[in-house]
C-alpha cells in the first residue's frame, strides 16, 4: 500500500513507531507489549499481543525489528544495498522470530509475520509531507470464510494508517 500524509514530521512517525510506549498508551492499545530483546542500536526483538473480538482468540507475535535511516546509517544502509537517495528515509523491517523462553502456546494463536517492510519518505520540498509504502505478508491464522478473510485483508492498509495517523494526532496535534 502507498499513501501520503501531509502535515507530519517524519522522525516523529519514526519514533512512534519504534517506541513502545505510544503504542502502551494509545487509544487501543494491545492486551500486552514489551520488548524481549535489544538486538543492536537499529534492532530489537517485540512481543505483542493483541486483542481479538469474540469469539476468537487473541493473537501473539514475537518479532524481530530493523530501523534504519539513510542519513543517520548510511554504513548500513551501504551494506544492506538499500536506495542511495538524496532526501531522508527510514526503512523498518519486520519479521516474526523465536525464543525458547516465548515458545508457540495454544492460546493466545501465535501469528507469523514473513514480512512487514515499511518505507516512510520525507518529501525533499516539503518537510511536513511524508510518503509510506509498505508490504505486509502476515498469517493471523484466522480460520473464517474466504470472503471475510479477503474483507479483512483489504482493510488491513487502511486500518494500519489510520491507527498511525490517530496515534500521530493524540500525542503531537492534528495532522
Not at 14 to 22: A, D, K, L, N
Not at 23 to 45: A, G, M
Not at 89 to 113: D, F
Amino acid at each position: 500500500m502507498d499513501t501520503t500524509l501531509k502535515g507530519v514530521e517524519i522522525d516523529k512517525i519514526v519514533q512512534m513507531t519504534r517506541e513502545i510506549s505510544f503504542k502502551q498508551k494509545s487509544e487501543n492499545p494491545p492486551k500486552q507489549i514489551k520488548i524481549v530483546e535489544k538486538t543492536s542500536s537499529n534492532s530489537d526483538i517485540l512481543y505483542t499481543e493483541m486483542n481479538m473480538p469474540f469469539p476468537l482468540a487473541n493473537r501473539e507475535f514475537l518479532q524481530k525489528r530493523l530501523f534504519v535511516g539513510n542519513k543517520e546509517d548510511p554504513e548500513l544502509i551501504r551494506r544492506l544495498g538499500l536506495f542511495d537517495w538524496e532526501h531522508r528515509y527510514y526503512a523498518i523491517l519486520v519479521q516474526s522470530t523465536e525464543k525458547r523462553e516465548y515458545r508457540r502456546k495454544s492460546k493466545p494463536v501465535r501469528g507469523m509475520t514473513k514480512m512487514f517492510h515499511m518505507l516512510l519518505e520525507e518529501d525533499p520540498e516539503d518537510k511536513t509531507i511524508v510518503k509510506i509504502k509498505f508490504l505486509i505478508c502476515q498469517n493471523l491464522y484466522l480460520n473464517l470464510h474466504q470472503v471475510a478473510m479477503k474483507a479483512i485483508e483489504e482493510d488491513l492498509g487502511q486500518t494500519i494508517v489510520i491507527g498511525l495517523l490517530d496515534t500521530y494526532e493524540q500525542f503531537f496535534g492534528k495532522s
